[in-house]
């Protein structure tokens, strides 16, 4: 990132290794807790130096049930270089009533045998910012209004029927049959996730996007399919890097629609 121009990506979307002793082929999860925070607040102080004053860092933190603070204390840590802007609940699986009150279950999560904690459905996406005054495309990711009565109610909807999501966002992983071909790499995030950032910030308002920890790509893939003219990724793993660039070449021979 070093060799990179000050101020030259409009958008970073990344998820960096959470300390949690995930099992990467190469990179080695179990850091000593005080340097891994220092490491944290290096990279996103590179990271600010490389992004725009009008830009956006999505950055994507799970937690594990024995650690559930983790995701705050690594904000906290950015707090020299960035503003919290928006905190964004990335909901991998929900269970709601319908209107008889029968219950349905919905996307995929990794189930925990526990006495004492719960089955963790959702990770964070924090949206950053150099100002906190980053302006967004809310209704890019908008959706129509259940009472159609408010789309009159309200003036701010200029009489179309789409309002702002909110910060819950339902995006399961997409069901695989085989990991080792088809998601080897054991803590990714699903395309439509970073779709969805780029969306947010405003797909005309970024000519360069960033990820300082590409994984297998599925930053990169969501920015071919939202027509990024630019997009920089660094991983560390030989191996993660060739998955994500087949990955690449694989999105641009078959277009997905966004
Ligand atoms: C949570 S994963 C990212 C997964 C990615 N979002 C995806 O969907 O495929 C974090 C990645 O960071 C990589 N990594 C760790 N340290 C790195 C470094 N200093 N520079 C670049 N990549 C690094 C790891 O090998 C791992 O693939």
């Avoid at 004492?116 to 910012?129: A, I, K, M, S």
């Avoid at 027509?227 to 991983?235: L, R, S, W």
């Amino acid at each position: 990132m070093a060799r990179l121009d000050t101020a030259s990506v409009d958008l970073i979307v990344t998820s960096p290794p959470y300390n949690l002793g995930i099992a990467y082929s190469k990179y080695s999860d179990r850091q000593d807790r005080a340097a891994y925070l220092q490491w944290f607040a290096e990279w996103a102080a590179a990271a600010r130096r490389v992004l725009k004053s009008d830009g956006s860092l999505f950055l994507n933190v799970g937690a594990s049930p024995s650690n559930p603070l983790l995701p705050h204390e690594l904000v906290m840590q950015l707090r020299a270089s960035f503003v919290l802007q928006n905190t964004i609940h990335w909901i991998k699986a929900i269970s709601i009533e319908d209107d008889v009150g029968e219950p349905t279950s919905r996307g995929h999560f990794k189930p925990i045998n526990s006495p004492r904690f719960l089955n963790d459905c959702h990770e964070y996406v924090f949206h950053l910012t150099p100002e906190g005054k980053t302006p967004i495309d809310r209704l890019a990711l908008g959706v129509p209004y259940a009472d159609k009565s408010n789309i009159a109610r309200w003036d701010h909807t200029a009489g179309t029927d789409l309002r702002c999501r909110g910060n819950t966002w339902f995006v399961p992983y997409e069901t695989i049959k085989s990991r080792d071909k088809q998601r080897p790499h054991p803590a990714t995030f699903p395309v439509q996730l970073a779709v969805n950032c780029i969306k947010l910030h405003g797909i005309e308002r970024v000519g360069t996007m960033l990820d300082p920890f590409l994984g297998i790509g599925n930053s990169a893939v969501a920015a071919q399919q939202c027509g990024v003219p630019k997009f920089i990724g660094f991983e560390i793993d030989e191996a993660y890097l060739a998955e994500a660039k087949r990955r690449v070449d694989e999105a641009a021979r078959v277009p997905s629609p966004i």
